[in-house]
C-alpha cells in the first residue's frame, strides 16, 4: 500500500475427509419415510460434493473460493434448521489452524459428532479466508480497496459472532483458535486493518489532510488495541512470529501519519511553530515504528516526505516567521473518525443459495408434528378403549345369559343357527391353530428384542468400562469426556424399552391364561358347524316357540349386532381420522416466528374429532338401556320357559363365551406382533446410534493413545552428570572396570500396548472407516409403559416409543499449554531501545517488555 505495510491473512483450519452420504441417507430417509427419498438420496450427492469442494481441497485467495464457502455454510445452516444438529452422528474432525505441527507430533485436533461444530469451523474458515483474499488485494485499485475493506469488516464481525456461541456448539473445550481470547484478538486485528485501507484509500483519493489525520489517528488506537490482545501470554505462542512486531510498527506508524497530515492543517493555517513540532515528531515515530518492525521499508516513502516538510518548515520559520516551536506534549490531540466497524453475520452469504433439502420441514415445524400426533393418538386409544371395553361386557352379559342361543335352541336337538355361524366364523378363520400359531410366535419376537437390547446394554458397558480403565491408568493425561456424562440419553432411553419390553410381557401372560382357560370351547368351534351338534348334549322338549318373550329377544339381539357394526365402524373412522398439519404449523412460523402448537392441535384434533368422540358416547348410552331390556326379556322369558336343559345351556354359554374370546385374543396377537416388529425396528436403530456412538468414541480412544505414546516416546532422557574431581583422582589410581553393555532406554515405558486379538474375535473397525449406522425410526409419541384403556394390552402405537436423541460426542484436544512467559518466536536477553525523546513508550501495556530485534524461530514441541 501507499504507506509500504502488508496487511496480515489469517490460516484456515483443516478438516478430515469423512463419509457423511450414509449417515445422511439414513437419517433423513427414515424421518421422512413417506417424502420422496430419492430426491433427498441427490441432495445428499450434492451436500457430500460441496463439502468436498468447501473444506477437504486448498482454497485459492479468491472470491470464486469464498462462494463455495458460503453456499456450503449457508447449506449447513439450512439443515441445521430442519434437523437437529446432535441427530446428525458424523465424527467432524477439524485440526487448529494456527498449529503448524512437529516432526515429533501431529497437529492440534478436535472430533465432535455434531453439525454445530462444523457450522463453527465453516464460519471461522469464512472469516480466514476473507481476510486473505482482502490482503491479496491490490493497493492501488480503487474497487480493490473497496472490497479489501468490507472483507476486513465482515471478518471481524464473522470472529466476534464466534465468541459467543463456539462453546454451545462444540460443549467442551476448543482448540486454541476458537477460545475466545483468539477469536477477540483476531476481530481487533481485522478492525484495525479495516481501517487502515480506509485510511490508504483516503491517501490515494488526495482527501483533506484534516480527514486523513482523524482516520489515521482512528487507526492508531486500533492497532494499538489489536497489539494488547495480541501480546496475551495465552496468545503469543499462536502467532506467526513478524505478526506482533509489524502491528507494533504501524501503530507508531500510523500516529506517524496523523502528525504528519495534521501539520500540514497548521501549514495551510501558518500556524509554523506547531507544525514543525508535529513533523519533528512524526519523524521521530517513523523511525521508531520501522525499529520495532525490524523492517527499514516500512512507511520508508513516508519518512522521507516527512523530513522534506520538516527542513522546508525550518527554513522558513528561520527566515521568515521566527515563531516559538511548542513542546510536543501541550499540543491539542488529534481528533479520531471511527469509520471501520465489526459488521453482523448475514442470514445468508451466498445471493445465489439454493436449498438443497428445500422439502425438508423446519425442527420447530417436526416437533409440532410429533406433539400432535401424540395428542391424536391419546385420543384414538381413549376412544377405541372405551367402545371395546363395553363391548366386552356386553358379550360377557348375554354369554352368561346364552344369548342369542337361549332362544333359538327351542327344539332342544338342533344347532342353533348363531352358533352355526360363528362356528363357520371361526374355522373360516384358521380355528385355534391358527391362535395357537400365533403364541408360539410371540416368545421368538421378544426374545429377538431382548438380544437387541442387551447387546446395546452390553456396548455401553463395554466402553465404560474400557474409558475407566485407561482413566485409572493415564489419570490426569486422560483428558476426554468421561463415558457417564456422555451415555445419559442413551441409558435413560435403554430403561424406556426395558420397561415396554416388560409390559409386552405381561400381556402376553394375559393372552396365554385367556387361551388355555377357553382351549376346549374354540377347539369345538373350529371344527365347524357340522361336527357341533354331537358336542352339544340333548335336552327335553320346550314349547318356547309360543313364547312371547322370544320375539321380544330377537329383536333385541339384532339391536346388539347394529350397534357392534356401528362401533366397528366408528373404530375404522377413528383410526383413519388424519389432517395435514404440516402446512398449518408453516403457515403460523412464518407470520408470528413461532408455533403455538397447543392452541392450534387442540383446534384441529376438536373439528377432527369431535363428531366421533359424540358417537362413542351415544354407543355406550344406547348400550346401558338396550342391556336392560335384555335382562327383563330374559326374566320374562325363563318364567315361561317349560323345560330346561342344564348341560346343553352351559355348553351353550361355554361356546358363546369362546367364540368372544376368540376373536378378542385374534385381534390382540395381530397387535401385538406388530408391536414386537415395529419395537425390532426401533431397537435396530438404537443400536445404530450406539454403534456410531463406540466407533465415534474408539476412534477419539486411539487418537488421544497414539498421542500420549508419541509423547511418552519423545521424552528427553536427562544428561549424565559430570564425575566429581575426587572421584576421577580415585578411578585414576585403579584399574578401569570393564564397560557394561550398552542399554539402551525404553521410551515407552509405562506407555498402554495395544491388546492382542482374541482368536476368533472380528476385526477391529478402522479408524478411519465410515461408521455404519442403522436406519433412524421417525419420532412418535411415547406411549408406553402407559396403563392402556380397557381391551388394549399392548400399546396401540407401538411406533410411539421415541427414538433416542442423539448424542454431543465430546473429544478435548491433546496440547500442552505455553508456560507462563514463554514466547517461542523471539530471545528475551535483550531489550526494547529507550523510547524517542517526546514519545511515550509504545504500546503502554504490555509493549515495554517487547523483545527487539527478532531472534531466530525456535521450532515448537
Known amino acids: 500500500m501507499t504507506t509500504g505495510s502488508d496487511t496480515f491473512g489469517v490460516p484456515l483450519k483443516k478438516a478430515s475427509d469423512i463419509d457423511v452420504l450414509k449417515p445422511l441417507k439414513n437419517l433423513i430417509t427414515s424421518r421422512y419415510q413417506t417424502a420422496d427419498q430419492e430426491s433427498y438420496v441427490s441432495a445428499i450427492n450434492d451436500l457430500a460434493r460441496l463439502r468436498n469442494s468447501a473444506v477437504c481441497r486448498t482454497l485459492d485467495n479468491h472470491e470464486s473460493s469464498l462462494e463455495t464457502l458460503y453456499r456450503y455454510y449457508d447449506q449447513i445452516v439450512a439443515l441445521e434448521s430442519k434437523i437437529p444438529p446432535s441427530e446428525i452422528q458424523i465424527p467432524f474432525k477439524w485440526k487448529d489452524a494456527f498449529d503448524k505441527g512437529s516432526i515429533f507430533g501431529g497437529r492440534i485436533s478436535l472430533t ?264 391424536k393418538q391419546e385420543i384414538v386409544s381413549m376412544e377405541i378403549g372405551k367402545l371395546r371395553e363395553s363391548t366386552q361386557l356386553l358379550n360377557s ?187 398449518e404449523f408453516l403457515n403460523a412460523l412464518s407470520q408470528d416466528g413461532t408455533i403455538n402448537e397447543v392452541a392450534i392441535s387442540t383446534e384441529s384434533l376438536g373439528r377432527l374429532f369431535g363428531p366421533l368422540q359424540k358417537q362413542v358416547k351415544e354407543s355406550l348410552d344406547r348400550q346401558e338401556g338396550l342391556v336392560k331390556n335384555i335382562q327383563e326379556a330374559h326374566a320374562d322369558f325363563c318364567k315361561a320357559a317349560t323345560g330346561v336343559g342344564g348341560e346343553r345351556e352351559a355348553m351353550l354359554m361355554k361356546l358363546a363365551a369362546a367364540y368372544d374370546t376368540f376373536n378378542e385374543l385374534r385381534s390382540n396377537l395381530t397387535e401385538g406382533t406388530k408391536f414386537y416388529n415395529d419395537l425390532t425396528q426401533l431397537l435396530v436403530n438404537f443400536q445404530g446410534k450406539i454403534n456410531d456412538f463406540c466407533f465415534a468414541r474408539r476412534t477419539e480412544k486411539e487418537e488421544l493413545m497414539r498421542d500420549l505414546t508419541q509423547g511418552l516416546a519423545n521424552m528427553k532422557v536427562g544428561t549424565t552428570p559430570s564425575t566429581p574431581a575426587h572421584h576421577q583422582d580415585a578411578a585414576a589410581k585403579s584399574p578401569p572396570p570393564r564397560p ?52 388394549l394390552p399392548y400399546p396401540v402405537n407401538p411406533t410411539g416409543m421415541p427414538a433416542p436423541q442423539g448424542y454431543v460426542y465430546q473429544s478435548y484436544p491433546v496440547y500442552t499449554p505455553m508456560p507462563q512467559g514463554y514466547y517461542p518466536y523471539f530471545q528475551p536477553q535483550q531489550q526494547h531501545p529507550p523510547a524517542q525523546p517526546g514519545y511515550p513508550p509504545y504500546p503502554q501495556q504490555p509493549y515495554p517488555s517487547y523483545p527487539y530485534p527478532p531472534q531466530p524461530h525456535p521450532p515448537q514441541q
Open 397 to 583: 352379559i348375554l354369554a352368561s345369559l346364552n344369548l342369542p342361543a337361549a332362544i333359538e335352541d327351542v327344539g332342544g336337538e338342533k344347532v342353533p343357527q348363531s352358533l352355526r355361524e360363528k362356528s363357520a366364523s371361526v374355522a373360516q378363520a384358521g380355528g385355534v391353530q391358527a391362535l395357537d400359531k400365533m403364541i408360539k410366535e410371540l416368545p421368538e419376537l421378544l426374545t429377538r428384542n431382548r438380544e437387541l437390547l442387551e447387546e446395546c446394554e452390553r456396548q455401553l458397558t463395554e466402553e465404560k468400562e474400557s474409558d475407566n480403565q485407561l482413566r485409572a491408568q493415564f489419570k490426569e493425561r486422560w483428558t476426554r469426556t468421561p463415558s457417564d456424562k456422555l451415555t445419559g440419553t442413551f441409558q435413560t432411553n435403554a430403561q424406556k424399552y426395558r420397561n415396554v419390553i416388560d409390559t409386552a410381557v405381561s400381556a402376553d401372560t394375559t393372552i396365554r391364561e385367556k387361551y388355555d382357560k377357553h382351549k376346549e370351547g374354540m377347539d369345538l368351534l373350529s371344527a365347524g358347524p357340522e361336527n357341533l351338534a354331537t358336542s352339544l348334549p340333548s335336552a327335553g322338549a320346550s314349547d318356547n316357540g309360543s313364547n312371547p318373550a322370544i320375539q321380544r329377544l330377537k329383536q333385541l339381539m339384532e339391536d346388539v349386532e347394529t350397534l357392534k357394526a356401528e362401533r366397528d365402524a366408528i373404530e375404522c373412522e377413528l383410526k383413519s381420522a388424519n389432517a395435514d398439519m404440516k402446512d
Open 740 to 791: 557394561p553393555p550398552p542399554t539402551v532406554p525404553n521410551p515407552y515405558q509405562g506407555a498402554p500396548q495395544p491388546a492382542a486379538p482374541q482368536p476368533g474375535a472380528p476385526p477391529a473397525q478402522q479408524p478411519g472407516a465410515p461408521p455404519v449406522q442403522a436406519p433412524q425410526a421417525p419420532q412418535a409419541p411415547q406411549m408406553y409403559g402407559a396403563p392402556q384403556p380397557g381391551g
Open 112 to 375: 465432535v459428532a455434531s453439525l454445530s461444530y462444523e457450522k463453527v469451523c465453516v464460519l471461522y474458515n469464512i472469516a480466514a479466508l476473507q481476510t486473505q483474499v482482502a490482503a491479496a488485494q491490490n493497493p492501488t485499485s480503487d474497487d480493490a480497496l473497496k472490497l479489501s475493506a468490507k472483507l476486513f469488516q465482515s471478518a471481524a464481525g464473522i470472529f466476534n459472532h464466534l465468541k459467543g456461541i463456539v462453546h454451545s456448539a462444540v460443549q467442551q473445550e476448543p482448540t486454541p483458535d476458537l477460545q475466545p481470547e483468539t477469536l477477540t484478538a483476531l476481530s481487533s486485528l481485522c478492525v484495525a486493518q479495516a481501517q487502515e485501507v480506509i485510511a490508504v484509500k483516503a491517501i490515494n483519493d488526495r482527501m483533506k489532510d484534516l480527514v486523513v489525520a482523524k482516520l489515521c489517528s482512528q487507526c492508531e488506537d486500533l492497532f494499538g488495541e489489536a497489539l494488547k490482545h495480541l501480546q496475551r501470554e495465552t496468545l503469543k505462542g499462536l502467532w506467526d512470529r513478524d505478526w506482533i512486531p509489524h502491528v507494533a510498527g504501524r501503530q507508531a506508524g500510523y500516529h506517524a501519519l496523523a502528525e504528519y497530515h495534521q501539520s500540514r492543517v497548521c501549514n495551510s493555517k501558518k500556524i509554523v511553530g506547531e507544525e514543525i513540532a508535529r513533523l519533528k515528531h512524526a519523524v521521530e515515530l517513523f523511525k521508531t515504528a520501522q525499529t520495532r518492525a525490524g523492517d527499514p521499508s516500512l512507511f520508508e516513502e513516508n519518512v522521507g516526505r516527512a523530513q522534506r516538510a520538516l527542513d522546508e518548515a525550518v527554513k522558513d520559520n528561520n527566515f521568515i516567521y521566527h515563531e516559538a516551536v511548542p513542546d510536543f506534549k501541550s499540543l491539542a490531540s488529534i481528533d479520531k473518525a471511527v469509520v471501520a466497524k465489526a459488521t453482523p453475520v448475514p442470514e445468508k452469504f451466498s445471493a445465489n443459495f439454493t436449498d438443497l433439502f428445500e422439502t425438508l420441514v423446519p425442527v420447530s415445524v417436526q416437533q409440532a408434528l410429533a406433539a400432535y400426533d401424540t395428542r
